[in-house]
């Protein structure tokens, strides 16, 4: 519920997610994966504000209020859901 993979007009994958995360401390520990790979490609993850990721997800979805949301760059196209939680563990 809390990973939004964005998408074109098209539906396809345009490479980006936001990820809501309940802790700062999952933030932190998020972000010490920037540049890490997901299958072939690194992964940048960056820290935003609820506003900037809720601005982006307009379109699509709303992000729900919580405590941190990291923005991931460079996923593979074919990323999943899957994917990101297997990253992320």
Known sequence: EGIH??????????GQAFIEL?????????????????????????????????????????VTESDGVVRLRGLPFSCTEKDIIQFFS
Not at 5 to 14: A, D, E, F, V, Y
Not at 44 to 60: H, P, Q, R, S
């Open 5 to 14: 993979i964005i998408h074109n007009r098209n539906g396809r994958s345009k």
């Open 22 to 62: 309940e802790h700062e401390e999952d933030v932190c520990k998020a972000l010490d994966l920037h540049k890490h790979y997901l299958g072939q490609r690194f992964v940048e993850v960056y820290e935003v504000t609820n506003k900037d990721a809720e601005a982006i997800l307009k379109a699509t979805q709303q």
